[in-house]
Every structure is written in C-alpha cells, then in structure tokens.
C-alpha cells in the first residue's frame, strides 16, 4: 500500500515525543555508518527559485526516502513532499506534504539537541521568533524540559500575543510576549531562535553578546547562505558548537559570516550524532549552541512516524498497488 | 491540481512520436544552457540494493521535476516515481508511476537519436532484445523512419516469436523472429540492443565484428558499471560514438570496459544535445552507434506528455491542493 497524506492528515497525526526520539535513534544510526546521505541537491532556477532534493538510505531502520521542496521564482511560495520507502517491503509506503512535517521535524531536532545539551534542571525558555518554527520548536523543548515559563518576542505585537495565549493553551505552561528580544532572552535557560529575518533591514535577531552562563541556544531560520538570523559573536562566545550536519558551513548564512569573521572556532564544533552516540556531559556553565539546517534523517524518521500513526489512526488515502515493479529475472 | 496516474493511466496516455518530439525540445533547451541537471545520485544499501534520484529544472520549458527508483536488495523488483512541477503554475502538477515510462522515454531518446543519426532511406532493422525496452525502441523507430521489415533475436523462441507477431499487428510492419543475434542484424540498416543480460554467463549480446559501412546502432541496455551488453569493439568500430551524457562514463559498464581497452576514442564521442543543434550531416557509409544511459530531462519531458494526454483525456485521479505552501513575506 502506498498512504497519501495531506498536510492537514499530517498535522493530525503529531506524535512530537515519538518524534523527538525517532530522530534521536536516527542520528545514532547515522553515527553507527548504517546510512547513505550525500549532501543535498541544490538545484537552481533563472527566476531566483529553487528546487531541492535531500535523499537517504537508512539500513538500520529498514527505510529509503526523500524529500523535495522548491519555489519557481523568488516571489513563489515554497512546497515540500515527502517521500518514505519501507525496504522490508520494497514498497513505497508514504507520499505526504512537507510543509508542516518540516517544522515538526526541524523542532524535534532541536528537542533531540536540548536533550542532550541544556541544563537538566532548565525551566524557563526565551523565543525569538513566532511563526510555525516558533511553534514546533517550543513543543519539542517542551517534551524533553520540565518548562514551566516562556517569554516570546516578534515584532509584530498581535502575533506574539496570540502566539502566547495559543502555545499556553497548548503546552499547559505561563507564556509572556514581551516587547523586545532582550527581554524574552533575559535570565532564561534555554533560548529558540526561530525566525524569518531575511527581508528586514537588520536580519540578526539575536547577539551573541546576549548569552549567560549555562545557557543553551538553539537557531534554526538560517538554512540558506541569503538567511541571517543569529551574529557571528554567538558563535565566538559559546563555549560548545552542535551542528545537525557539517554541510552547514556552505548552507547556512549565519555560520558563513561567522567563518568569514573568523569567529566560528571549528575546535568547539561537534556533530549532533557524536553527543548523542555519547559519552557526553554537559559542565553546567557552559554556553552551549546548537545550529541545524535540517538533514534527509530528520525528513525520514518524521514521515515514518506520521505514516504509523496515520496508519493506526486510518488517516489518509491509501492508493493501493500505486507502484508496479520490474521483476529482474535472477 | 495534482494528477496521480498509475502504472495503466501511463499506458493509455502514451503517443510516442509526442514524447520523441518533447524529447528533442527538451536535448536542444540543454544545449542552450537554460536546464539545471546535476549527476544522478546513486545511493546504495547493505544488501546490494539501490536508491537512485535523478532531478532537473528546465528553464526553457518551465517544469521542474524528477524521477527516483529504487530495490531494497539484488534480489528486489525495481519501482519507480516521476514528479513534474508546473513552474509557471508553482505547483507539482503529477505524480506518476514510472516503470512504462522509463522504457518510452528510453526509447523516444532512441527515436530522437535515430531521426539524426540513421541514413535518411533506412527500411530495414535488427532487434536483439524482445522486452519492454525492444518494444518502445522498435516504436520510437517507426516514428522517425519508414520502416518496413524487421528481424527479432533473443533466446527464448517463445518470447521472440510472440514479440514479432505483437509488434507487427501494433505497427504494421513485417516481423521475423530468428534463431541468432547474427541473422537479427545482417544486412539491416539499423540495429536496437536492448536486453537484460546481466546474468547469464556470457553478458555480451552484439559485438562490433557484426557491424557494416553505413548501419546505425542503438544500445540501452548498460545503465550500471554492472551491466553489459555490447562489447568493447563496437565502440573502436564506431566512426562516430552519439550519448546522452557524458557522465556514462561513470555509468555504463559496457563503455568502462571500451575505456579500460583502449578502445573509447573520446575525439569521435559527441553529445546528443550537441547532434540535434545542429549543423549536422551524416556521412552514409559511416557506422553510427547512439549509447545512453538515460538523463532527468528524458523523464521530465515524457512525464510532461503523459500529463497532457492524461488531462486531455481525463484520466488518472485528482488530488487537488495536494501540496500545502508556504507563503514568505515579502
């Protein structure tokens, strides 16, 4: 069977915690050599758009996928699909939209991430940023934290304010819009900075001269050379660098700068996979800083737990024997 | 609007001098510069099974799209997915299965080589190969030549007497079925290599010995280092050696073995896109051999003519608004 799934069937199907941790097995297995990622495809248009391809074969998990995403021209919007084979099957199990499953599983990394890297005892949560990123990346903190208080900043007051009451209702935990970023960052343990800065004056929305102590951030909107978000000092001033990949070096606007100013000291980088394959202990005052641009991985492990629990939920459309297949004679 | 068309919805839809001409378009629009096509990625699995993405933007005709096909393990059927974007329309516009299509396309191609490379009075072929792919290469053909006899070879006389008598009600030409590669390409003007002969003990089908002034050749069946089918002699007694690309190199096993012996003169080795730009004339007594391997491009223009025919007969099932997207703020 092959299950199609709109972004609607997905959205009902978040499982975040299921998620966080099939990323988290994901990226074990990543270290372990049981998967195939080469870089992702960047394919070019003449209109300033884009259309991008990040395939994975993931032998431990028995599954193959991809995602594509792309944009005609500059002034497009963006569309994702998601592709997820079961190799026990050698079938072609899930076609779904990506749009929400890329927020969901770009959160649950930074959820895998703040696991690993905040303090245990955090309770207190900064956001910069509070669109859908905003969201998805708060849930997953939420699932591996005891948060008991967050303050969220965007310029815009209407949207941080209802982003407060909505997120309140949702998580059970005391959110505060506040109106500057210093604010929101201010005495908290952990920080999201979740952002679309690209087409504002200034893009950072976040200094690294901002960082205490103990404090862990995660920044996730730089995804592309032209994205800024975080300053170059953010870099300089933690004392331990995570990446979801070291691709990011040529992905990410924000790491880019920081390499050109010569303030990304790559002795202080590490791959998530290696903190999560362990031994790792985080030293409760360090600055920590966890940077991603997203991984096939991450697409993967998110779409096959949408697939199972559309599957136990009979979500979807199940377009059966979609894909023939060529016997080879042996 | 999204077309989801199955494997049959294909079949109904296919008008093959249609693809041949979208084909050639889409070869020229490459010349031009105006198509984004990087490497096919190949991806491999634990169990000597393969994942395989093959994307392109092409600019000119305004789609975008791809193709992946994968097996779990050697001993798995192959399947296989088109995706094609309508980049006027920003939107992907078909998913479709691809396991026909891929043996159109490859075959149209073959057209598309044929109409420039065969002698313009060509009557007669030789076909080595009674499968899908010799059924779509014999009729992508008959689309570009007046062809009136031709003469089918393979091992089983079942399978090649079938073929004959299938093919010749189809195209309404005459067809013999023989009993040796030899007697299948004596004395014809032109020659289709297209078989599966990776495993049987001897892996060659057609030997450039057979070879006589002023026959065209085409061969599809080496896609992989491990797959074979002409010998290395056929590429030294080529006058002139047409591909789809020049990553075959890298790609097909029967062109690695002509490189290994010395017998790959790369000065008589032309591009297709390089053919149909033209200027170009065939010199008559000159033996012509067209090898590919199959690009992006050959399966965004086929699956571009299934949409159309597809939508213009009202086939396949409509998942409209599919694909969700995300709207950035200018």
């Known amino acids: 069977m092959t299950l199609l799934l709109s972004d609607r069937d997905v959205a009902r199907t978040i ?18 050599g049981r998967v195939d990622m080469p870089p992702r495809m960047n394919l070019d248009t003449e209109g300033n758009g884009f259309f991008r391809v990040m395939p994975a074969v993931m ?12 944009r005609s021209t500059d ?13 026990e099957k050698n079938d ?10 890329t927020a969901v599983r770009t959160g649950a990394t930074t ?20 669109g859908l990123e905003g969201r ?10 005891n948060i008991e208080y967050a303050k969220v900043y965007s310029p ?40 679309n800065t690209s087409t504002r004056n200034n893009m950072i929305a976040f200094y690294g001269k901002w960082m205490r102590e103990g404090v862990h951030v995660n920044a996730i909107g730089s995804t592309t050379p032209s994205l800024r978000e975080i300053d170059a000092d953010s870099f300089r001033n933690a004392d331990l660098i995570v990446v979801d990949t070291m691709y990011l070096e040529e992905e990410s606007g924000d790491v880019m700068d920081a390499l050109a100013q010569g303030k990304y000291d790559r002795s202080k980088v590490r791959e998530l996979k290696d903190i999560v394959s362990g031994p790792f202990e985080r030293d409760d005052r360090q600055i920590t800083l966890f940077k991603s641009v997203g991984t096939a991985i991450q697409d993967i492990m ?14 979807g459309i199940d377009i059966r024997g979609f894909l023939e297949s060529k016997i080879f004679k042996k």
């Not at 032998?59 to 792309?70: D, P, V, W």
């Not at 002034?75 to 190799?87: E, G, P, T, W």
């Not at 998805?136 to 934290?145: F, M, S």
């Open 136 to 145: 998805t990346n708060l849930e997953a903190v939420c699932a591996v934290r």
């Open 75 to 87: 002034q497009s919007a963006v569309r994702y699909l998601i592709a997820i084979i079961d190799m």
């Open 59 to 70: 032998n431990g998990s028995k599954l193959m996928g991809l995602k594509f995403f792309f």
């Open 156 to 195: 815009n007051a209407e949207r941080r304010e209802f982003f407060a009451w909505e997120m309140s209702e949702k998580l059970g935990i005391r959110i505060e819009a506040v109106d500057s970023p210093e604010k929101a960052v201010e005495g908290v343990d952990i920080i999201n900075v979740a952002t």
């Open 111 to 130: 959820g895998v991430a703040t696991r690993y890297l905040a303090r245990k005892d955090a309770k207190t949560i900064g956001l910069i940023g509070s």
């Open 15 to 32: 499982n975040m915690p299921a998620i966080v941790d099939l990323i988290e097995q994901g990226i074990r297995e990543e270290k372990n």
């Open 92 to 101: 072609l199990v899930a076609l779904m939209d990506g749009h929400y499953l």
């Open 302 to 315: 998110g779409g096959y737990s949408v697939y199972k629990e559309a599957n136990a939920l009979d979500i």
